[in-house]
């Protein structure tokens, strides 16, 4: 007589029978319940985990490369020199025409910039004012489709109109709205025989946005370029070039070619140098929170080992049976494996649908946790972005699923093979 395929249907009804067993039987189904409940919550934390990793890292990088240059080319040469020991670039539209002519090279916009003081009535905030103009203002991405935004940015540069653009940390920093007029003091203004005379004028606001970043929505201010340029005292010259790639992932790839571009006197100081830093740590902690999870997993997975043991220990007997009428070591191994196995799949299954459910339901859960809190959970001068972003990433959710199938279907093994070799003799002796 031939010998049955593997995992035959009899091998599944035994099996199902086994875990469902009652507690007067030994307590199985409730060892069971608890590595199914255990194997749930560790891979819906693994997964919730690496979604909001996910989330974080695309919400800070996209935030990055939406309000900044993918690249900035400054001068080093022997050129004019403003406050502060800056370079001035005065060669700058040929520059920008050489670089513009690089392949990937999307856009190339000089800049004035410089750190000068805020205040409307009797408020005072220190921010960053970027001199642009207003097309190439239409380049940068969140502000132009921010978050939040109130006002008109078609005013920007208009002639005759003296208006800025403001983040809303800003507008909020000194309680001011579209349409009011705010003051900008910078310490380094006209040249006198008495020395230098701050600089102060009179601005109305034009546009108020939010690129969802807390530094930048909280001291950047955009002023037309050639206003830039007389209040800084930089008429005919820039700061600064910003450089907007196709690609700015492979931003390394177009950093000689821009340099060689620009000149030999230019420096070129990219995104990744500027958050590199940051970025390297967010991968390392990464690694190490998946690590922690993967033991987590691991540890759930242990109890499937407990509940075996003790269905083994408890279904003696029955092993002694099965093999007297028959059952190969093989069949009595697989049986065991399906009762641990199955336990593993259900409980991998329970967890990625909560974990995916966690990950596109993030803001309604977020907002719960924000209410509950007092509205002290995220604190966006700290967190640098203003809510807690999730990003459910395909990958994530298959190493969750493989760690923890592998893991359940190894852990298995061990007591299975236990039962298969158990002696039918030793097993009914007592009988």
């Not at 805020?118 to 001199?131: M, R």
């Amino acid at each position: 007589m031939a010998n049955p395929a593997p995992f035959s249907r009899f091998e599944w009804m035994i099996a199902w029978r086994y875990l469902r067993a009652r507690r007067a039987e030994g307590g199985v189904s409730v060892m069971t319940w608890i590595s199914l409940i255990g194997i749930t919550l560790a891979v819906f934390a693994l997964i919730a985990t690496l979604a909001v990793r996910s989330g974080f890292r695309s919400e800070f990088v996209d935030t990055i490369l939406g309000a900044n240059a993918h690249a900035t080319i400054y001068s080093a040469g022997q050129g004019t020199e403003g406050a502060a020991g800056t370079r001035y670039i005065e060669d700058y539209a040929a520059m920008a025409d050489r670089i513009r002519e690089v392949p990937g090279v999307e856009r190339v916009a000089p800049l004035v910039k410089g750190q000068v003081m805020t205040s409307f009535n009797g408020a005072t905030s220190g921010v960053e004012v970027h001199g642009i103009r207003a097309e190439d203002l239409q380049g940068v991405r969140r502000v132009v489709e921010p978050i939040e935004s109130w006002g008109d940015l078609s005013r920007f540069g208009a002639e005759g109109v003296a208006g800025i653009a403001i983040g809303s940390g800003v507008a909020r920093e000194l309680n001011v709205a579209v349409g009011d007029v705010i003051r900008l003091i910078s310490p380094d203004g006209a040249q006198t025989p008495f020395g230098t005379t701050p600089r102060v004028s009179n601005y109305e606001v034009l546009y108020v946005f939010t690129a969802g970043r807390y530094d930048i929505d909280r001291t950047r201010v955009y002023m037309p370029f050639a206003e830039a340029q007389t209040y800084f005292n930089a008429d005919g010259v820039a700061t600064e070039l910003e450089v907007i790639v196709d690609d700015p992932e492979a931003i390394d790839a177009y950093t000689m070619p821009i340099l060689r571009a620009a000149g030999p006197d230019a420096i070129l100081w990219t995104w990744r140098d500027a958050s590199g830093s940051f970025l390297r740590a967010l991968d390392i902690e990464d690694n190490v929170m998946f690590v922690i999870l993967s033991i987590l997993v691991l540890i759930a997975t242990m109890n499937i080992v407990s509940g075996l043991i003790m269905l083994v220990k408890n279904k003696g007997r029955d092993i002694g049976i099965l093999r007297t009428i028959g059952l190969t070591e093989g069949s009595i191994l697989r049986v065991f494996f399906i009762c641990g196995a199955l336990t593993g799949v259900i409980g991998t299954a329970l967890g990625v649908a909560l974990g995916c459910l966690f990950a596109l339901y993030i803001d309604p859960i977020f907002s719960a946790v924000n209410w509950m809190s007092g509205g002290n959970a995220w604190d966006p001068s700290i967190r640098g972005i203003y809510a807690l972003p999730a990003e459910l990433q395909w990958g994530d959710v298959l190493s969750a699923v493989v760690l923890s199938l592998g893991l359940s279907f190894v852990v298995t093994i061990f007591p299975a093979r236990r039962a298969a070799r158990m002696n039918p003799v030793e097993a009914l002796r007592y009988e």
